[in-house]
């Protein structure tokens, strides 16, 4: 899938252990802590991807996608302190190991981090791009933190906060890709369009396997979005489809739930065709995003683009 850009992966992630040295030895042992963590480097995969859809300065690119990386590893080691998450990718998060306070300052420094490697690369309209993308991802997540536990949020509610906390920011890798290989307006836009189309679809899938998979799969106790009254689509198709909807909508709005109230809720879910209805949903973004790529890429970066997409409609973790 990331054949083509192998090699500058494996410089971005050589990158990414330079830049975080720091002299504070609490900072080091968290930030390396985190990139140890690994993760599918999507961001910065999609970003130097549609970057080779032109022909630029290979050696310009690295900045930008570690600045990318830092800044997804900043917003996870966020959202893992709002969520008081213990695992992540099935490993202890950084808070649990380390507590909030350090974990937070942390995440400070990686977004601190992330714009001092792109100081000399980057322009003045791709900052904007990367600081919008940012205040988007807060904005996101500061709604979903108003209305969890709320069981009255519908599908335009929800694509919202999707678009806002994951959409945005691979649509924005993507555009930046785009910028970076100085590609046509026109191009720009079609693949900003794909990452989003993309962005919405991994979401969603994620908010599936959530319900769906094992937590041995997901590195991450199953029914957890529900237990913290995040209200994801599938729950939603059910609030609004089951015959169990009134159970279901007493579960959501429950602020302590059981290990058994996170069951029964799931069984009310799977109760219904949530799960089909949302994989639905998903393959209609990808399907989406596979038709807005630019008819001027060339075919290995097209097949790998398309390679993301059939990845995500796959993906079990």
């Given amino acids: 899938m990331f054949g083509i850009v192998q090699d500058d992966l494996a410089a971005v992630e050589k990158e990414l252990y330079s830049i975080i040295q720091s002299p504070v030895d609490l900072v080091n042992d968290i930030s390396v802590h985190l990139v140890q963590a690994g993760g599918k480097r999507l961001r910065p995969a999609l970003y130097l991807l549609c970057a080779r859809g032109a022909t630029p300065n290979q050696s310009e690119l690295l900045p930008l996608a570690v600045a990318i990386e830092l800044i997804h590893m900043a917003t996870l080691v966020h959202d893992d302190v709002i969520d008081n998450a213990a695992t992540r990718r099935g490993s202890p998060t950084a808070n649990a190991r380390w507590g909030n306070h350090s974990s937070v300052l942390t995440g400070d420094y990686l977004f601190a981090k ?18 919008d993308v940012i205040c988007t991802m807060c904005e996101g997540e500061i709604i979903q933190l108003k209305e969890s536990f709320n069981p009255e949020q519908d599908e335009a509610d929800y694509r919202l906060r999707v678009a806002q906390k994951t959409a945005e920011f691979i649509a924005a890798s993507c555009e930046l890709g785009a910028l970076s290989g100085r590609m ?8 900003r369009e794909y990452g989003y189309s993309i962005g919405m679809a991994f979401q969603i899938t994620d908010d599936i396997l959530d ?3 094992s937590a041995e799969q997901i590195g991450k106790p199953v029914g ?45 879910v799977h109760g219904t065709d949530a799960i089909e209805y949302s994989y639905a949903q998903v393959h209609k973004y990808l399907q989406h995003a596979r038709n807005s790529l630019p008819v001027t890429l060339n075919s290995p970066v097209r097949q790998s683009l398309l390679a993301v997409a059939d990845f995500v409609g796959l993906r079990k973790y």
């Fill in 114 to 131: 992330a714009f001092s490697a792109v100081t000399a690369g980057a322009d003045n309209h791709m900052l904007r791009i990367l600081t």
């Fill in 184 to 191: 046509e307006h026109s191009e720009v836009v079609q693949l």
């Fill in 211 to 213: 319900i769906t998979a």
């Fill in 224 to 268: 957890n979005d529900l237990r913290q009254g995040i209200v994801t689509l599938p729950v939603i198709y059910a609030l609004k489809n089951s015959p169990d909807h009134a159970e279901l909508r007493q579960i959501v709005v429950n602020q302590v739930m059981s290990d058994e109230d996170v069951k029964r809720g799931l069984e009310i």
